[in-house]
């Protein structure tokens, strides 16, 4: 059987097996089941969640030989999984997206264009506001917003991904999403100030950094980076 590994977490890892257009997500049955029933909270048609109808996820258990793809190419975290040969394994079924995460891109660009960090910048805070909106409506947290789980597709969108942690969280209504999009928003800007010198005095014209520290309050950073447009 043909695969390409995609990417490993602490509890599951991704793998596209050869002529399937989804994306499995293995790991033990109790986890994967859990985020199974996290995706039945999905609203349909929502254009930043990479799962757009949460009916075509499909819920399986793993075959012998998927088994042992797992065993060979999952180990980053084998001491954590404490997978045994007893351990069931299930899998999800995802629709594929075509792009990469946002923390690949931060590692691997050695320098990055002005146009090509606006773009991102424009990107993020549509996003921001999208999360806050789905925060609000349905009364939803994703939990985990880190930019292993936010996807720059191939159609120029910023995707959210892995929702194994999707949950109401009560009284603390969209606090958790908004803090890691500000951290996220600050990851961008020290991104861009590393990467490209005329980004960084664009921000320090505008009064965003001072000795490439940023000096806005977080409650008004992403405010105050749309004026950059």
Known sequence: MNYNF????????AIKFENEDYVSKIGETWKIMEEYENIKLLPHNQDFLGIK????????????????????VCIKYKEEKQITHNTKLSKLMIPLINGETIESIFESYVHISRNTWYNLLELMIDLNDKILNF????G?????????NIILTEDNNLIV???GTLGNDGNKKHLCDRKK???NLRSLIMFGINKNEKIRKKLINNGIINNNIIIIKDSKLYENMKNLF
Do not use: A, Q, W
């Open 53 to 72: 109808n949460p009916d075509l996820v499909i819920f399986k258990r793993i075959t012998d030989e998927e088994r042992k793809i797992y065993n060979r």
């Open 6 to 13: 995609i990417g490993e977490g602490r509890k599951s890892c």
């Open 140 to 148: 939803l947290n994703h939990y985990d917003l880190n930019l292993g």
């Open 181 to 183: 999009m500000i951290l």
């Open 161 to 163: 991904i892995d929702f």
């Open 135 to 138: 925060n609000d409506t349905y």
